[in-house]
């Protein structure tokens, strides 16, 4: 495709930085095991409004306790013990059910992430985006991180990005997620290399400005 503005942006990201695998390993690895693909879907719930290292805490207590999957979470009589695993993620009150429900969701409909990933893209979206607690960023996400679905991610970094950049003329999400899509190869690989590629430089931006002041 003849490059365009959007596409020549994550060019020059990729020429800069290199493979977005050296930054997420496992979120943009080429070939998932079933067990990195609930630990992304879950760890996508408790990323909401938080940072990284707050999420990783709470992944890390779930797999100290056996509990990092769909299933077993789902399994749970109550959202006690959950609770107090993924407090480091904040929202202690709304978070535990928000994941509760996703897992549950996917394994009494589907049984596994596997099946789910069956879906077509438009229903996939759907049926998350009907959960409690999800929304557009977070079921898109899940589906291109741990469904390998060919659907972009907006947050706040992208927005950060296109607004610097002068290439929007609205932040709505919708808007800018055609955007991308509109103006990009159909890839897979390429859109999490993108996305990631996004992040990695806007905090990169902020930290610089933070140095200087």
């Known amino acids: 495709m003849e490059t365009n503005k959007i596409y020549q942006i994550y060019l020059d990201l990729a020429k800069k930085h290199g493979s977005s695998e050296k930054f997420w390993p496992q979120w943009c690895k080429a070939k998932k ?3 990195l693909r609930e630990k992304i879907a879950i760890g996508a719930i408790l990323t909401q409004r ?5 999420a990783s805490l709470a992944l890390a207590n ?4 056996g509990l ?3 299933r077993k979470i789902a399994n749970l009589t ?3 013990k959950l609770t107090d695993l993924i407090r480091s993620a904040g929202f202690y009150q709304s978070k535990p059910k928000r994941l509760f429900e996703l897992c549950s969701f996917i394994t009494k409909q589907y049984g596994n992430l596997g099946n789910f990933s069956k879906e077509d893209l438009k229903t996939a979206r759907e049926k998350l985006l009907s959960l409690n ?5 977070t079921a898109d996400t899940i589906l291109l991180y741990a469904m390998d679905k060919l659907t972009f991610v ?3 970094y992208t927005k950060r990005l296109v607004k610097r950049k002068g290439l929007i003329t609205s932040l709505a999400y919708d808007y800018l997620k055609s955007l991308f899509e509109e103006n990009l190869p159909l890839d897979v690989k390429l859109y999490q290399d ?6 990695i430089e806007e905090k990169g931006k902020v930290g610089s400005m933070m140095r200087r002041m």
């Not at 938080?50 to 707050?54: D, V």
């Not at 993108?194 to 992040?199: A, G, S, V, Y």
């Open 78 to 80: 109550d959202l006690v």
């Open 154 to 156: 907006i947050d706040e």
């Open 50 to 54: 938080t940072t990284w290292h707050n």
């Open 33 to 35: 095991s079933v067990n």
């Open 133 to 137: 607690g999800i929304g557009p960023e």
């Open 62 to 65: 779930l797999k100290k306790t």
């Open 68 to 70: 990092l999957s769909l």
């Open 194 to 199: 993108f996305h990631t590629l996004i992040i």
